[in-house]
């Protein structure tokens, strides 16, 4: 049986924090790696295929800017249905 995983990421120039929903499961922090080529490779080795969303919904009043918290936000909204992806457009 396949598994699968919804990756959020949250970019930024030096850092990019990393969250993982599994499908009817938890979701987690797995913390924060260098944006570097080398560190995203292995990130992907080891999770699979990512895909970047363009849009994630907001909360009124949910402007406070937190890293660790917009990588489990992508996670739960990607594995519920609430972001498009280059193949399911």
Request: charged share 30%; aromatic share 2%.
């Given at each position: 049986?396949?598994r699968?995983?919804?990756v959020?990421?949250?970019?930024?120039?030096?850092t990019?924090?990393?969250?993982?929903?599994?499908?009817?499961?938890?979701?987690?922090?797995l913390?924060?790696?260098p944006?570097?080529?080398?560190?995203?490779?292995?990130l992907?080795?080891?999770?699979?295929?990512v895909?970047?969303?363009?849009?994630?919904?907001?909360?009124?009043g949910?402007?406070?800017?937190?890293?660790?918290r917009?990588?489990?936000?992508?996670?739960?909204?990607?594995?519920?249905?609430?972001?498009?992806?280059?193949?399911?457009?």
């Open positions: 049986m396949k699968v995983k919804f959020g990421l949250h970019v930024h120039a030096e990019i924090a990393v969250a993982v929903a599994v499908q009817n499961g938890e979701v987690k922090s913390g924060v790696i944006n570097s080529e080398d560190s995203v490779r292995k992907v080795r080891k999770l699979g295929p895909v970047a969303p363009t849009l994630v919904p907001v909360k009124a949910d402007r406070v800017k937190m890293d660790r917009d990588a489990l936000k992508l996670a739960r909204n990607y594995r519920g249905g609430e972001l498009l992806d280059g193949e399911h457009n």
